[in-house]
């Protein structure tokens, strides 16, 4: 299921949450437990089992290090066992078939055939029970021995298909012990309101836009493509993927504080940025921090010398690309983003320092919206052809026609929506009205929060377009 | 009270999620929308051995146990209570982002009109009715002497081109219209184009609809008389019967846009129908009706009030008059025809009108061919250019 769905908002939602008031608290990590199973087999009723079977392992192998406590060599065995089985499920279904597709290349007849669909959010589940053996066997948590809790912590239904990628330090306390209270609840529904705001009224408008123009790319039509075509496309869902992403963390985050839990952080105005490597901290932050914890201080960080520095950040950058997508266009796409990082570590950054920061602003726009037609365009020959048209290269020639005229027409106030709303001049405006006057704030968030909801209740129930981008990671 | 504003959005926020599903089951609407003017989805018991069983085929999507759950909700969506006024709503919201085209169709002052562009491959599809329709023409002339023509007729998007918005790249029907007819050298054409741009101030399209209003119509009888070898009868001499005047038609369900003045349906009659019998034999696929009208009135309280003229879209009907003459006429249409076939009616003794949409079997079983003196093409420039079932009569009198 997804959050952006009638049958979630006004079935799952609300008997989950009259259940989840009503029932003892003892019960409700129980309801958690059995509410992510539901959610998660509404769109998974096979896969869900690959779900149960990797939380199960982690637990019991958590179990393991507990009872072991003193022979570092079975807890090291246990650990070991647990990266091994998360990786190879990530392997088997997210990366079986790229790989052995190559390997048929280079055989060059074939020796394998892995064609399994992807599990939604396997991603982002095998790195978050991953995160809690790691730090089990580094002491920094205690062991879960309540095996529903366990549970509960990684398939709770708002954050088990599409993250944020919430470590079990992150919620350890909370699992255990947890007020609802009606601060919470209230800053939840807004956050909540807020995030499918985001991608309902903004992502999915804007991605109608992207979507035309990726499928004229994909069909090769470029010969009826002008270069503004090209760049209000691409520009259209270098909004649409914020705007969906964030707006999916923030139903998550909304959604947790509802039930009591405080989720951590995945997005902070990452289009404000004034370099790759901030861009990268205010973007997709628990992976980012993931990836930190795990794969880059473990290689020793930027301790062991410039040149070990470097090599680190380029494996990170690469897992990075890879964690996207099993697909050469993604890993192509870390190099990219890795090389950026790399140059601003070495040079770039002393001169985004001096400019003026609407200039190191414009850099990383630049850089960012050329990274798309990466991510996005499955073959190098569609990337070329792509980023060629925003150059001035091939198209029909011209670098504005009807077409992108009749775009800039039919999207120009959402462009302008979007603008302004991935910016902190909405948060901006509403601190300084408060100063002066925090009950305006405070009584018209009430008309704000409930218009958003009610227009995308519209938005639904008519519903044609509807994706969620993340969830092929 | 420092909490009063949590406490409001708590308690509207909660009864919104409970509140509108609990009417939702309470008010189930009926299945068939009206004004949407198509069947709700319904939704088929969980088929979990299915899902199993089509799991490792290659086509993720096409996984059968999915269809409980995707089938659920859209059939949630379908009878989402109120379901007609947040369709209102989020075209609003559309029109209010200055969005011009909503589901396919503009809104221009006080007239709908559907969008046509160019599809990728239009000229290839093209081609290949062409193909099949000339060779079926040259067919009937050689064996059964018969002669045949085409009428492609424009939508309202190329009448009233200059309305659009601009920059809005709408096909161009005029030219594809011209590409059909030089490609067809056993089959004559019928230009209706200049008629009807010259009467494009006249009542001549629906504004809520995609047809031609009667009087269009008559434009397109008009400019066919004269190649059928028939005498028109003048404009002046019908009388014109306001049937409805409360038509909303498909642009209409389309946009659920209730700001455009809905349609007049009119039916033409000559003062010398009343003397004269007709026969209206309608096969619909199922049974075969007799009526001795070629309208339908009962459409007229119904939604699609366009049906009123010869029904809905049948495979086969038969016109059978008392005409002064021998002449019969095998037509091959779209609904555009149905508006003008009662003007010709009174001029053939005979009339077969085919769909071949609905028509799977060789025709040649269903229709004695060799009856037919004449034969006529009448469809929409766009349909006639997308539609894939004229290709069916490649293999016709071969």
């Known amino acids: 299921m997804v959050f952006s769905n009638l049958t979630f908002l006004f079935l799952f939602l609300p008997l989950f949450f009259l259940t989840y008031l009503a029932a003892p608290k003892f019960l409700r990590n129980t309801l958690l437990f059995i509410g992510g199973i539901i959610f998660y087999a509404w769109g998974e009723p096979f896969y869900v089992f690959v779900l149960l079977i990797s939380v199960l392992f982690d637990y019991l192998l958590g179990m393991a290090m507990h009872k072991y406590d003193n022979n570092p060599k079975l807890r090291k065995a246990a650990l070991i066992t647990s990266i091994i089985m998360n990786l190879s499920l990530l392997g088997l279904f997210k990366y079986g078939g790229f790989i052995a597709e190559n390997i048929n290349l280079i055989a060059g007849r074939e020796l394998f055939n892995i064609d399994l669909p992807l599990p939604i959010g396997i991603s982002f589940y095998t790195f978050q029970t991953l995160s809690y053996t790691i730090d089990l066997y580094r002491r920094r948590i205690t062991v879960q021995k309540n095996p529903i809790n366990f549970a509960a912590f990684v398939t709770m239904f708002p954050q088990v298909v599409a993250g944020p990628i919430v470590r079990y330090e992150d919620v350890a306390l909370e699992l255990d012990k947890r007020e609802i209270t009606l601060e919470m609840v209230y800053e939840g529904i807004c956050r909540f309101v807020m995030g499918l705001g985001k991608k309902v009224l903004i992502a999915n408008n804007i991605g109608i836009l992207w979507s035309s123009v990726k499928g004229m790319a994909i069909a090769g039509e470029y010969s009826h493509m002008s270069t503004a075509t090209a760049w209000l496309g691409i520009i259209a869902f270098t909004f649409q993927i914020y705007f969906d992403f964030s707006g999916y963390s923030d139903m998550a985050i909304g959604l947790g504080k509802i039930i009591g839990f405080k989720f951590p952080e995945n997005f902070n105005y990452p289009y404000s940025s004034l370099s790759i490597s901030e861009f990268w901290r205010r973007w997709h932050i628990t992976l980012g921090n993931w990836f930190k914890s795990y794969v880059y201080f473990p290689m020793g960080g930027s301790r062991r010398g410039k040149l070990r520095t470097l090599i680190n950040l380029g494996v990170v950058w690469l897992l990075t690309g890879i964690w996207h997508g099993a697909n050469w266009n993604f890993i192509l796409w870390g190099v990219f983003m890795g090389v950026l990082v790399i140059s601003e570590k070495l040079f770039l950054g002393k001169i985004l320092d001096k400019l003026p920061w609407f200039l190191s602003n414009i850099y990383v726009m630049v850089m960012v919206i050329f990274m798309w037609p990466i991510f996005e365009l499955p073959t190098l020959s569609h990337i070329a052809s792509y980023i060629g048209l925003m150059l001035g290269i091939g198209g029909n020639g011209l670098f504005l026609d009807q077409q992108a005229a009749y775009m ?66 | 009270m420092k909490n009063l504003h949590k406490k409001i959005l708590f308690v509207l926020f909660t009864a919104l999620i409970i509140g509108l599903p609990a009417a939702t089951f309470m008010f189930m609407p009926p299945l068939f929308s009206e004004n949407e003017n198509r069947y709700l989805a319904t939704f088929s018991a969980p088929d979990f051995s299915g899902y199993l069983r089509n799991f490792f085929n290659k086509t993720p999507n096409n996984i059968k146990g999915k269809q409980f759950m995707n089938g659920f909700d859209s059939w949630f969506a379908d009878r989402f209570v109120l379901r007609e006024d947040w369709i209102i709503l989020q075209n609003e919201l559309e029109m209010l982002q200055g969005k011009t085209e909503i589901n396919g169709v503009f809104v221009v002052g006080d007239r709908m009109i559907q969008s046509w562009r160019e599809e990728a491959e239009l000229i290839q599809n093209v081609d290949l009715t062409l193909r099949a329709v000339d060779g079926f023409a040259k067919r009937m002339g050689d064996i059964y002497g018969a002669e045949s023509h085409i009428m492609l007729v424009p939508t309202a998007a190329e009448i009233y081109k200059e309305l659009l918005p601009p920059n809005s790249q709408p096909g161009n029907q005029d030219a594809l219209i011209r590409y059909c007819y030089d490609n067809l050298a056993h089959l004559t054409s019928i ?99 007799e009526r001795d009208s070629l309208y339908f009135r009962e459409f007229l309280d119904k939604k699609d009030k366009y049906a009123a003229f010869m029904g809905l879209n049948s495979p086969i009907m038969e016109v059978i008059t008392d005409a002064p003459t021998q002449k019969s006429l095998l037509i091959f249409k779209d609904s555009f025809a149905h508006s003008m076939i009662p003007f010709l009616a009174s001029h053939y003794s005979h009339i077969t009108v085919l769909d071949m949409r609905y028509i799977n079997t060789d025709i040649a079983e269903l229709v004695e061919l060799q009856n037919y003196s004449q034969i006529l093409f009448v469809y929409s420039v766009d349909n006639f250019a997308e539609d894939r079932n004229l290709r069916k009569l490649e293999r016709v009198g071969g």
């Not at chain 1, 509403?430 to 995308?456: E, H, K, S």
């Not at chain 1, 639904?460 to 990671?473: C, E, I, K, T």
């Not at chain 2, 184009?193 to 119509?217: A, K, Q």
């Not at chain 2, 209409?252 to 349609?263: E, I, W, Y």
Request: hydrophobic share 40%; charged share 15%; proline share 4%.
């Open chain 2, 191 to 289: 230009g209706v184009m200049t008629y009807l741009s010259e009467n494009s101030d006249r009542y001549i399209y629906y504004r809520t609809d995609h047809h031609w209003t009667t009087h269009g119509s008559y434009l397109g009888y008009f400019a066919a008389a004269q190649k059928l070898g028939i005498t028109p009868h003048d404009f002046g001499r019908f009388n014109v019967e306001h049937a409805s005047s409360d038509f909303r038609g498909t642009l209409f369900s389309k946009t659920l846009n209730f700001r455009v003045t809905p349609d007049i349906i009119q039916f033409f009659s000559l003062a010398s129908d009343n003397d004269r019998e007709l026969l209206l034999r309608v096969n619909n696929g199922a049974e075969i009706i």
């Open chain 1, 408 to 473: 800039i027409l039919n999207y120009g106030v959402m462009f302008t929506i979007c603008i302004v709303a991935c910016s902190e001049l909405p948060k901006t405006v509403a601190q300084a009205i408060r100063r002066r006057c925090p009950a305006l704030v405070d009584y018209g968030t009430i008309p704000v929060i409930l218009a958003i909801f009610i227009g995308c209740t519209a938005y639904l129930v008519n519903a044609g377009y509807n994706p969620f981008l993340y969830f092929n990671f």
